[in-house]
């Protein structure tokens, strides 16, 4: 494989700027644009902005109400659920930003080819795509866990493997439409392999369209994270992953609803925010967008 | 002699945009009679704008004008309401491409018969009738066959020949054919063609005809207008066509190749900037 | 210069017969029409000479060479092909230099930014527009690009789709101009399709009528003016395409 050249990396850096300020144009995508840089300075400055260790147990001060030294109370370690979230940031981006490196390469790589190889190649890939989109992925996710034993990677890597397929589908879909292009077509004339065409003519291509529905995937992979996390497959004890805390303050529920309430809606906040920003991103990555009209 | 169905003075139309508004029309005037007047120019030239103009239809854009009447009502002022009446009934427009602009999940025959009940609104039997005579009109061979045809399964000469019957069913007084040809082949194109002209002339249409064909606006009308960068930069007689005198059109017909011609290079239309300027008579 | 030789070209599309023994030689250095109204397969000719289509019966010769048994790489710099719409034949987001580039690459040619430059220059386009992107070009810019990106491997043959049909008429005269200046320069083989006889007749010496994926006569340009086609589509063609140049 040929590495990719200056050329290509360029006219992307171009764009990028233009992409940031149509997504900051509209409100709910800015919106959605601000939590997620907000979650990322969190997760950056965690030491800094948390009150207490996030693993100190405090068997003096357990099931402590918002309020009192504890912005949002104490669980039933004792332990500050404030900072347990703060630090539960580096978690939830870990978990996105593995799911995201593994799938979004393993799901263009496999549609990109499958599409435009085609014949007897397409057929089989697709068919093990139909598989994996026939269950629901925490099931999926809950057999791979299952079998893999529970801990935070494995519960990434079941993420991993049952959020691939719909990517690959799509890339799939795409590049039905630019193999039959002219632009392809003249770069076969000129002797380029499949393996170049797939890399330089196709991917591009289809990337914007990954990109977005790896985007409004994120929401759907915190959810699922949460919920293995939730079911003790995930992230285990001590670490501060959001669904873990839910699951362990379910017991305490009805006293101290605060054990499950704050997780709840940092949960809900950054998966809302990453589907807004890809609805976002689907509007502003239309062509036309993508640079100035400049004509000469 | 009859005063003009269309009388246009001064018609400018406006795209306003991010990076400044874009001027598609600029200044325009001419009056139309029942005649076949041929309006020719390069993309960007803003022929048709300027016919999607005169029918409304240009949401986006400023129309402003001294004049612009259709058999004396002044389309500018006219409300949407009234205008939509005119849509359709007395000024149709037809487009290049059948496919696009059929329904095609619907057979062509229902399509034709509509037109006829929206506009005429007589009974569904009547309609029916009307639509097989006007579909025999544009020489379908066989149209109770291909009434009820989808539009998938209709060629595209016999489409636009479809489409040709929908427009001119509702007796317009006036139509706007933008390339209604550029999408058929050669000798297709003749055929459809002819049945315009001969619909056109029978029932005293008048038809502006929108194109980049010199060739085709030269043998099928009256009169053509020349536009470049939204100007009307000239006006003659299409029989003149040859003789023009404003050099963007003399650039035009040099740079066209023809048949028998002397393969030396073709004239390539330097542009300058004072052919925006008109020449000839004004209308 | 290397010659064209056509023989016995059939393609079939499952049941359907798209071409059906096609046959014609093109000599060294001269410019072959295909004309024909939309699906009566020209196009299709030019794609199986190219190779885009494989599935076809029959035999095509290059310099005397099978197609089928030319290396790939030798087949690329033997014949290249500009396509009909600027629009569609250049990748959105490759600039003229990566457009222009990537043949030298596959190829490892030497000295780049030479052939770059005389590519270029030969199109008659000017330097800085290396670093253009197609939505940045006008359609005729952009069918000049596309010329040059075939030239750059210095093919003998040059199949050209309706190279100019989406062009305005003044870009057209462009184009064509360029065309033939670069034929009588540089002494490619063409193989043209277009519909427009005109075209046809301005560029090419001689020129064969298709109908339903078969050639129905090959003439010679003299007998366009006087229409002496013989068989009847042919002349029904002429016929229409003289009439509507010249009027009734």
């Known amino acids: 494989m040929t590495a990719l050249p200056r050329s290509t990396g360029l006219p992307l850096l171009r764009p990028l700027g233009n992409i940031l300020r149509a997504l900051l144009r509209n409100p709910p995508s800015a919106f ?66 593995l799911v995201t490196v593994i799938v979004g390469p393993i799901g263009l790589i496999i549609g ?106 994120m929401a759907t992979v915190i959810l699922t994270a949460a919920g293995l996390g939730f079911l003790g497959l995930g992230a285990q004890p001590p670490l501060p992953e959001w669904g873990a805390m839910i699951a362990t303050g379910r017991r305490y529920m009805i006293d101290s609803w605060w054990l499950v309430t704050f997780p709840g809606l940092a949960i809900l906040l950054v998966s809302l925010a990453f589907n807004l920003v890809g609805d976002g991103l689907r509007d502003a990555l239309d062509p036309r967008q993508m640079t100035g009209r400049a004509m000469p | 002699m009859t005063a ?88 149709s427009m037809i487009l290049q491409d059948p496919k696009f602009s059929l329904n095609p999940i619907r057979r062509v025959g229902d399509q034709v018969a509509e037109a006829c009940r929206i506009h005429l609104r007589c009974s569904r039997a009547e309609a029916r009738e009307r639509s097989l005579a006007m579909l025999e009109a544009v020489q379908i061979a066989d149209p109770r066959r291909v009434y009820h045809l989808y539009p998938h399964e209709v060629s595209g000469g016999m489409g636009q020949r479809i489409m040709i019957a929908m427009m001119l069913l509702p007796e317009p007084d006036l139509v706007i054919a933008d390339e209604p040809t550029s999408a058929l082949d050669v000798t297709v194109r003749l055929q459809v063609l002819r049945i315009l002209d001969r619909l056109v002339t029978e029932r005293g249409i008048g038809l502006l005809m929108i194109s980049h064909d010199l060739n085709l606006v030269r043998n099928f009308c009256d009169r053509v207008l020349i536009m470049y960068a939204g100007r009307v930069v000239e006006s003659l007689p299409a029989a003149d066509l040859e003789r023009a005198r404003h050099p963007y059109t003399q650039a035009l017909l040099a740079a066209q190749p023809r048949i028998g011609g002397d393969r030396s290079p073709l004239k390539v239309p330097e542009r300058r900037a004072d052919w925006k300027e008109p020449i000839g008579p004004q209308p | 210069m290397k010659p064209v030789d056509v023989e016995d070209l059939s393609i079939r599309l499952g049941d359907v017969p798209i071409l059906s023994g096609i046959g014609f030689s093109v000599a060294a250095g001269e410019c072959f029409g295909l004309v024909g109204e ?8 030019l794609r199986c000479i190219a190779q885009l289509m494989v599935h076809w019966q029959g035999r095509i010769r290059i310099g005397g060479t099978d197609i089928r048994r030319m290396p ?27 457009a222009l580039s990537e043949p030298i690459r596959i190829h490892r040619l030497d000295r780049p930014q030479e052939r770059l430059e005389r590519a ?83 560029m090419c010496d001689r020129l064969a009528v298709m109908q339903a994926g078969r050639i129905v006569e090959i003439l010679d340009r003299a007998a366009l003016i006087g229409n002496g086609a013989r068989h009847p589509y042919a002349r029904q063609l002429i016929e229409a395409s003289l009439e509507h140049e010249r009027g009734r």
């Not at chain 1, 002797?191 to 890399?199: D, E, H, P, W």
């Not at chain 2, 205008?83 to 000024?91: E, S, T």
């Open chain 3, 72 to 98: 790939l790489q030798e087949r690329c710099r033997s014949v290249q092909m500009v396509f009909q719409d600027p629009y569609g034949s250049l990748h959105p987001r490759q600039s003229v230099r990566t």
């Open chain 3, 120 to 202: 270029l220059t030969e199109v008659g386009l000017p330097l800085h527009f290396l670093d253009r992107f197609p939505h940045q070009l006008s359609g005729g810019q952009r069918q000049r690009v596309a010329i040059a990106r075939a030239l750059i491997l210095e093919p003998a043959v040059l199949l050209l789709d309706e190279p100019t049909s989406a062009l305005d008429v003044s870009v057209q005269a462009e184009v064509l101009n360029l065309l033939s200046e670069l034929r009588r320069r540089r002494g490619f083989t063409y193989v043209m399709v277009s519909h427009d006889l005109a075209v046809i007749d301005h």
């Open chain 1, 112 to 217: 990109t080819a499958s599409g435009y190889v085609g014949g007897l190649f397409d057929r089989i890939m697709m068919r093990i795509t139909d598989i994996f989109l026939s269950f629901p992925a925490l099931i999926l996710s809950l057999a791979f866990v299952a079998a893999l034993g529970p801990s935070l990677n494995n519960a990434i890597i079941a993420i991993a493997l049952t959020s691939w397929p719909p990517i690959a589908r799509l890339a799939r879909a795409e590049t039905l439409t630019f193999r039959a292009t002219d632009y392809v077509a003249a770069a076969r004339l000129q002797g380029a392999s499949t393996l170049r065409i797939i890399v330089r003519s196709i991917m591009p291509m289809c990337l914007p369209s990954v990109v977005i529905r790896l985007t409004l995937n």
């Open chain 3, 38 to 45: 939309s699906g009566s397969g020209k196009s299709t000719v």
């Open chain 1, 32 to 97: 959605g644009l601000t939590i997620i840089g907000l979650l990322l300075l969190i997760a950056l400055f965690a030491p800094l902005l948390a009150t207490h260790d996030p693993h100190a147990v405090d068997l003096d001060n357990t099931l402590r109400p918002p309020g009192g030294g504890h912005l949002f109370g104490t669980d039933e370690l004792g332990r500050d659920i404030y900072s347990r979230l703060v630090f539960g940031t580096r978690i939830t981006l870990r978990i996105i930003a």
């Open chain 2, 4 to 91: 003009p169905l269309l009388d246009l003075r001064g018609l400018s139309v406006l795209y306003p945009g991010e990076h400044g508004a874009t001027l598609a029309v600029d200044n325009v005037s001419f009056t139309l009679r029942r005649e076949k007047l041929g309006i020719v120019g390069e993309s960007g030239s803003g022929k048709s704008t300027l016919g999607r103009a005169l029918l409304r239809l240009l949401p986006q854009a400023r129309i402003t004008a001294e004049r612009m009447t259709f058999d004396g009502m002044d389309l500018l002022s006219l409300p949407e309401r009234a205008m939509r009446h005119l849509r359709g009934r007395r000024m």
